[in-house]
Structures are given as C-alpha cells and as structure tokens.
T-cell receptor, first 115, second 113 residues
Framework: DSGVTQTPKHLITATGQRVTLRCSPR?????VYWYQQSLDQGLQFLIQ???????AKGNILERFSAQQFPDLHSELNLSSLELGDSALYFC??????????????FGPGTRLTVL | GESVGLHLPTLSVQEGDNSIINCAYS??????FIWYKQESGKGPQFIID?????DKRQGQRVTVLLNKTVKHLSLQIAATQPGDSAVYFC????????????FGKGTLLTVNP
C-alpha cells in the first residue's frame, strides 16, 4: 500500500458525460501527479500540482482539468467524454522538495470506461 | 515520440534464476531514472531509482545499472520469485522538466515455478 488513495475504483459512463476522479496523497506529500494509462499509449503524464498550484503540464487534453485543494487532495475532471478516454487514471504523490527530483508513489488507479 | 524504450517486451524465467530487464533512453539530458513494477490491477510500485551521477545502485534483491555512454538502463532481479511476475517500467526525468516522468512501454516478466 503506497499511502495514496483514489476514488472511485471503477467508473462507467457514457460519451459526452463529465466525471471527477479524486486523489488523496500520502501524508506529508505536497506534490500530486496525474497519469493516464491506455493500452496503445502506455503511461502518460498529464499534469502536476504542488501545494495547490499547477507546476507542470503534459499531454492533457483541453477537455480535462485538475486542481489541488488546500487539504492537498486533488481532483481530475474529464468532460465531453469520448470512447478513447477509456483508460486507467493514476494519481501519484511525492514530497515535492524544491529543486530536486523526488520519488513518486502511485495510487491504485481509477478504471474509466466510456460507453 | 517517447524517449524511453524497452528492448524486450516479454521475459520468461525460471524461479530462482536471475532476471535482467533492459531499457534504452535517447535523451542524454535525463538526470534521474526509476524502475516501477506493476502487478495486474494495481498501480505502479516504486522499486529503485538512480541519478545520472551514479553507475550502479543496489536494493534488496534488485540492482539498477546505468550506462550513460550507450544510454542504457537495466534492472537485475536476483533469485526471481513467482511474486516478481509483473510488468516492469523504466521511467526517466528530463533535467529541467519539472519532474514529469516519461515512461517506457514496459516489459512483462513471467516467473515459472
């Protein structure tokens, strides 16, 4: 158990809908990262937040957005869902020491199925 | 395209043997590398990491070797056990990229009893 929690574990929805995925980082971690894992694209970095502020952006679609709240939990919002958005979405957290790379610990993921 | 790739998509070994999983990277500016293990239905689990100023790092039953000359990374697992069966990913951090990791496509390790 990494200490990172994600809810829900599974999510089934229809095209055009909007969903919110939730992540709670490990105790003490200030950075949260979101990744998408699909069969054809592998594990792709989406976005990172540090202490409430966006720090880095990867291959995140405009239909997707995220935020980190004062209690450090984070939410990933996916809107206007398409079939191709079906994937595993992982959250990871790290201590977030300034100026240094630190280890990212992953949650169990949310499996999103868009029908 | 991805700058991290794997030589072998699958690896099958006998229980008790040593396993070697390889990874090639193309960006010489990468300064940090990590190996993750992902079991079916679970999130990636940190195994070991290495910074670019090192050539070798050892953990419990695992060793990571970094060859910057040929841009190659390997994970060695000693006395492989059935519980080691999983997909193994290498990931790199590009210096100055603000910690966003680039992952390889993974190698499936199967340990036969």
């Amino acid at each position: 158990d990494s200490g990172v929690t994600q809810t829900p574990k599974h999510l089934i929805t229809a095209t055009g809908q909007r969903v919110t995925l939730r992540c709670s980082p490990r105790s003490g971690d200030l950075s949260v990262y979101w990744y998408q894992q699909s069969l054809d694209q592998g594990l792709q970095f989406l976005i990172q937040y540090y202490n409430g502020e966006e720090r880095a952006k990867g291959n995140i679609l405009e239909r997707f957005s995220a935020q980190q709240f004062p209690d450090l939990h984070s939410e990933l919002n996916l809107s206007s869902l398409e079939l191709g958005d079906s994937a595993l979405y992982f959250c990871a957290s790290s201590v977030g020491r300034g100026g240094a790379v630190d280890t990212q610990y992953f949650g169990p993921g949310t499996r999103l199925t868009v029908l | 395209g991805e700058s991290v790739g794997l030589h072998l998509p699958t690896l099958s070994v006998q229980e008790g043997d040593n396993s070697i999983i390889n990874c090639a990277y193309s960006n010489s500016a990468s300064d940090y590398f990590i190996w993750y293990k992902q079991e079916s239905g679970k999130g990636p689990q940190f195994i070991i990491d290495i910074r670019s100023n090192m050539d070798k790092r050892q953990g419990q039953r695992v060793t990571v070797l970094l060859n910057k000359t040929v841009k190659h990374l390997s994970l060695q697992i000693a006395a492989t056990q059935p519980g080691d069966s999983a997909v193994y990913f290498c990931a790199e951090n590009l210096r100055g990229s603000n910690y966003k990791l680039t992952f390889g496509k993974g190698t499936l390790l199967t340990v036969n009893p």
